[in-house]
Nanobody, 123 residues
Framework: QVQLIESGGGLVQAGGSLRLSCVAT????????VGWFRQHPGKEREFLAV????????HYADSVKGRFAISRDNAKNTVWLQMNSLKPEDTAVYYC????????????????WGQGTQVTVSS
């Protein structure tokens, strides 16, 4: 089992930045990839970014490429999502997920999820 806890969400003005954290407990954190998703009200969860177990490979959705950056520190059991140049349309609940089995851009592929953290970007 893996438990994931997100933090770092909040209210920010358009153009601002936030850094989300995802802390994992349970199974050995360094053994699996971690991803970030977000969910707008009434919509499906949207893939944002993924990082492999060692941190040597990352991939981003086109919607956030160049603005968001994923990183991890396995010694701290933590993955971060640095979000820059935020826009009002980035307002959503953000989730981290761990241990995918299948296509990582599909939310159904991920075995473990955090509880989510709200990000609100004002115009």
């Amino acid at each position: 089992q893996v438990q994931l806890i997100e933090s770092g969400g909040g209210l920010v003005q358009a153009g601002g930045s936030l850094r989300l954290s995802c802390v994992a407990t349970g199974r050995t954190f360094s053994n699996f990839p971690v991803g970030w998703f977000r969910q707008h009200p009434g919509k499906e969860r949207e893939f944002l970014a993924v990082i492999n177990a060692s941190g040597s490979w990352k991939h981003y959705a086109d919607s956030v490429k160049g603005r968001f950056a994923i990183s991890r520190d396995n010694a701290k059991n933590t993955v971060w999502l640095q979000m820059n140049s935020l826009k009002p349309e980035d307002t959503a609940v953000y989730y981290c997920a761990a241990d995918p089995d299948g296509t990582y851009s599909y939310s159904s592929a991920w075995a473990y999820w955090g509880q989510g953290t709200q990000v609100t970007v004002s115009s």
